[in-house]
């Protein structure tokens, strides 16, 4: 209700000027980091500096407070010590600003008293002021399309339809980054930390008619009111796929909630319950979200759980059937008419065509018969989509190995609209650091033709699982 | 019984000479890629290239079949079509040599009458000759220490005190590269595919009672008597631990397996009850076996499955909470007066002393009092074993960051050992090249320091508490 009665979350996700109360000339400064953030990420608005001094900071115009800046501000972001906090509070309401970010930690997340009512007399003023809050103890919001930088982590502009709601900071960031290296592209990212006045369900129901967003993540310790939680959980997955990982959910992670951003976690058997209830998908870490964010990303909805896999490999292929059943994914024998023509351009010798099959491409099986292979499986009327998998270390000893990888994939990418189905790959990988520069080089080759890559087996049949599941869930499976 | 009537595996492993047929001047040619491993590797004694034109390889006098060739061979490497092999193995006997490794392919994995009737055949000349033999379908024996090269895959010598013995050639390799760059160092490994000879019992034997072999790998995908695989593996517990990957316990996985090395994969029940009856540890990919054998290598016995975790980053604490108690550990309140102590050293905010403790070293805590953090949880009784994690993207801003983390790791490292509890590190990164290089060369620093570093405190946790539950098996704990 009071989203609606205040500035709704839309005008707050896209100001058009902001202030950074703390920002000095000093770098080390979280300030000057939030304010060059903004410079570097080329916000498109107004920024203003403010210091106890009313210094300049990067060549920009400082004020000691915000009531000296000009212009209106939507928007302000607070990096001074929590004590200080509550004078700015007063300021902003004076100012009539939308939303105030609080990076400033120091509140109700210490579990103390005096701590605690600071908190409460912050909000009560904005209330009172008719503006929101984020925070306070967490990094704000990234809004890559318009420059609105999250302590200057991120310089890039680039944007896709991944949005991450976060309890925690370093979560957010972590995720991001992780995130980014491995192809996801983001609407927007929020920190939002101890919540104070608009918390995960605020920020659930706005991504979820978000048309920037497609794919909701979310980390969380604790709600607060757990009906309208799961009302608004149940409204977002109607619309687009959440994929929420819990934090706290044993008795020592609870713990660790408490001291982290002061939330009760709850317990285990409530949120099994509810991401029944709600079809959010729940994920075990960081890097398992982003296994399936990239799932959804970039690829479309499979007609149903039977895997084709084609690799190099026989321990792989074993691992790869094991992985896709053990995750809940169906590897069928090929029709006898593919078998039959596989037989023709597998080696006989300890390789397999039954499916998953066995395809020495580069060192035993051609180009081209690796291609015919791929069009063979493909259109097996027994698969609803394909995993591809290599170890790129096998393809590293002469220019010619390197070779024999980049057309393998090239021929996969030439194909893959034909084939009307979705793809998977995964690339293993020692790891070493050349090893893992041509993953990297292989990976954008890979999402450039909207194919999602993955580390491990493993990792990959349980993104594509969760992904079906989603897709289950909105009966558009079978 | 065969092994004690013919030559015993400690000969087989430690070859003075060895003949490679197939070696020729072809780079292309699997023979020559043994024959050039050998050198590379420096192998210690003869070696002996043999093709059909008995043309020289490598500067090293070539002959046209092993009857030729002058002194005594004990090794012999096979890298010939499957159909020239048993004109060999009849060479073998001749010369009276102690194995014959078969890379060859295209026998009884094949599924194909004529080719098991192939196999059979050598195995018989084999028994006959008093030799033995590796494969077919293999990469056979690395062994560092003498220089006996597997594919010439790796080139160092370098050794340490995990074996492997793989059933799958691919798995022999991605599981040494991989363990390779994270820090294993191998005493022997050994490929042996179809295995019909020598199999997976066979060298479960000789290593549990390799003195150079302290932690026993294996990836199985079927056995052949299992009443002697139960009793030698029984053995080999009561001695060293033994992780096993066991491939093909799903429907898709034994197919798989059946077309890689012919064998039969067996029901997941049945080998559910071999791992608790025999106390081998099971993995469930390669990734999760080189964690589980950085543990054993790496760190002491813990007395108990309590952990103290200290790292940065509310949200990862709550995770690292959260892995340890999902994987067994216990994650104990810290003694009140550990927690009083801790407290004047840690940030009031956003942060917890109560175990696991962020201590936010470098931003908010000095390098002095996160050294004097590390010795309070690890002198708390309540501990029996230290969880230290951080996030390196924190860390890649600036020179001065970049010097806090090395100056974070050199304070854990210079206190370790009067700890007197073993330790393991999360260095958890976004894996852009930049931090990758930079978790290479810390990884090196804390495992200098006889500390294992993992990617996820998910791992850690499984491998801790996986090398806990070996433990607590040999009553070493508690």
Chains 1, 2 share one sequence.
């Not at 080329?42 to 900071?57: H, M, Q, R």
């Not at 020495?360 to 591809?388: C, H, M, N, W």
Request: glycine share 10%.
């Amino acid at each position: 209700m009071l989203i609606i009665e205040r500035h709704g979350l839309d005008e707050i996700f896209n100001p058009t000027s902001i202030a950074v109360v703390g920002a000095s000339p000093d770098p080390d400064k979280a300030g000057h980091q939030f304010f060059k953030g903004l410079i570097d990420l080329k916000f498109s608005g107004d920024i203003y500096p403010i210091n106890l001094e009313g210094n300049d900071v990067l060549g920009f115009k400082g004020y000691r407070n915000l009531r000296e800046v000009p212009g209106p501000v939507d928007y302000v972001i607070v990096a001074i010590p929590a004590h200080e906090v509550p004078k700015t509070i007063e300021d902003c309401a004076t100012k009539g600003v939308k939303v105030t970010h609080i990076f400033s930690s120091g509140f109700s997340e210490t579990g103390k008293d005096d701590r605690m009512k600071l908190e409460t007399r912050i909000v009560d003023t904005a209330k009172k002021g008719n503006f929101h809050i984020i925070g306070p103890n967490c990094m704000g919001i990234y809004h890559p399309k318009i420059g609105l930088s999250n302590f200057g982590i991120f310089t890039s502009k680039e944007n896709g339809p991944v949005c991450f709601i976060s309890q925690s900071g370093g979560n957010n960031g972590d995720f991001a980054r992780m995130g980014l290296v491995r192809g996801l592209r983001f609407s927007k990212l929020v920190s939002y930390g101890n919540g104070c006045d608009l918390d995960s369900t605020d920020f659930m129901e706005y991504f979820t008619w978000d048309p920037e967003t497609k794919v909701i993540c979310a980390y969380i310790e604790g709600i607060k009111d757990g009906r309208r939680f799961v009302k608004t959980l149940k409204e977002a997955t109607a619309v687009k796929p959440v994929i929420i990982l819990k934090g706290g959910l044993t008795e020592a992670g609870s713990r660790a909630v408490s001291s982290h951003t002061g939330s009760l976690a709850g317990s285990e058997g409530i949120w099994k319950a509810l991401f029944r209830q709600t079809k959010a998908l729940q994920v075990e870490s960081l890097g398992e979200m982003i296994d399936v964010a990239l799932a959804f990303s970039h690829m479309i909805c499979p007609k149903g759980r039977r895997a084709g896999i084609v690799g190099i490999g026989g321990g792989a292929s074993v691992a790869a059937a094991d992985s896709c059943e053990r995750a809940g994914l169906v590897v069928p024998r090929f029709m006898e008419d593919t078998m039959t023509q596989l037989e023709k351009i597998t080696p006989i010798a300890g390789t397999g065509v039954k499916n998953p099959v066995d395809s020495p491409v580069g060192s035993r099986v051609s180009i081209p018969d690796y291609e015919k292979t791929l069009k063979l499986v493909a259109s097996d009327p027994q698969i609803d989509f394909l995993i591809v998998h290599v170890t790129i270390d096998w393809y590293m000893r002469t220019p010619e190995d390197r070779k024999n990888l980049r057309d393998s994939t090239e021929a996969l990418l030439r194909n893959k609209e034909n084939f009307k189905k979705p793809v998977a790959a995964v690339l293993r990988s020692s790891h070493s650091l050349d090893t893992w520069k041509v993953f990297l080089e292989e990976q954008k080759q890979y999402l450039g033709g909207g194919i999602p890559v993955y580390l491990t087996l493993e990792d990959a049949a349980d993104a594509i699982s969760k992904l079906i599941q989603y897709h289950e869930f909105r009966g558009k499976v079978n």
